[in-house]
């Protein structure tokens, strides 16, 4: 039996890469985003199961959980960005959504899912107190935490901060520039290679870095 990986966010951007790089190693992909047309294309070009919907709505995880029983990997890519403003500026309902999209429904889909492997995806906002990046930043820092928590409780998990990458979601942090510089997502391709061949065991807890010179940061 082929083993199952389920990706949120996978219509576009890194977690299509992520999606496509499993299918195409043997995988049985589920992939999930909001825009089902856009995450029918994506789903039919790599081969995988689509199931369309808010990884924030309990129904589509419920729906999501019956797709992917016992999967073996489940990656938490898709996130809210917010707007990129001050801190105290920043309106209370736009930060509980980005509590709500980056950390809490990656615990709820762990709970649901219960893989042999983990992926948070996280970013270097969570440790770089950057001005402007404070809600998404400490939404991607309780990320984190979560993450380390789950790893000491015996659930493998990892962190993985893919690094500044071409997409919509960068592109959208900084509106009117130029971003052509950015490398697209598949530059972390080798480190997902290598990811995916380790043991969720010997792997859990870590946090890594996709274009870092080296994957696994000094604790
Ligand atoms: N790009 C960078 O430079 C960068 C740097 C550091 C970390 N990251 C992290 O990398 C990950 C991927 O980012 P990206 O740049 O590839 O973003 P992206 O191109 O904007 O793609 C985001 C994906 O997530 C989906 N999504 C968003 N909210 C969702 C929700 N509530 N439920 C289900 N799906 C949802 C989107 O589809 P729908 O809109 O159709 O739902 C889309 O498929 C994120 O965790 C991000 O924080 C990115």
Do not use: C
Not at 35 to 41: C, G, I, T
């Amino acid at each position: 039996m082929k083993p199952k990986a389920v990706v949120t966010g996978a219509s576009k951007g890194l977690g299509e890469v992520i999606a496509t790089f499993l299918a195409r190693t043997g995988y049985d992909v589920i992939v999930t985003a909001r825009d089902e047309a856009a995450l029918a294309v994506t789903a039919k070009r790599i081969g995988a199961t689509a199931v369309a919907g808010d990884v924030t709505d309990p129904e589509h995880r419920k729906r999501l959980a019956e797709e992917a029983l016992e999967a073996d990997v489940l990656v938490n890519n898709a996130s809210e960005l917010g707007t990129i403003e001050p801190l105290v500026e920043q309106d209370p309902d736009e930060l509980r959504r980005m509590f709500d999209v980056n950390v809490l429904a990656p615990i709820a889909l762990t709970r649901e899912l219960r893989p042999k492997l983990v992926v948070n995806v996280t970013s270097d906002a969570a440790v770089g107190g950057y001005e402007g990046w404070g809600g998404y930043g400490s939404s991607k820092a309780a990320l984190e935490l979560v993450t380390r928590t789950l790893a000491a409780e015996g659930v493998p998990a990892v962190t993985v901060d893919p690094g500044d990458m071409r997409t919509d979601m960068h592109q959208a942090a900084f509106p009117g520039e130029d971003i052509s510089d950015r490398p697209t997502p598949d530059v972390t391709t080798p480190f997902w290679a290598w990811l995916f061949q380790q043991d969720g065991a010997s792997v859990s807890g870590r946090r890594f870095q996709a274009q870092g010179e080296r994957w696994e940061e000094a604790s």
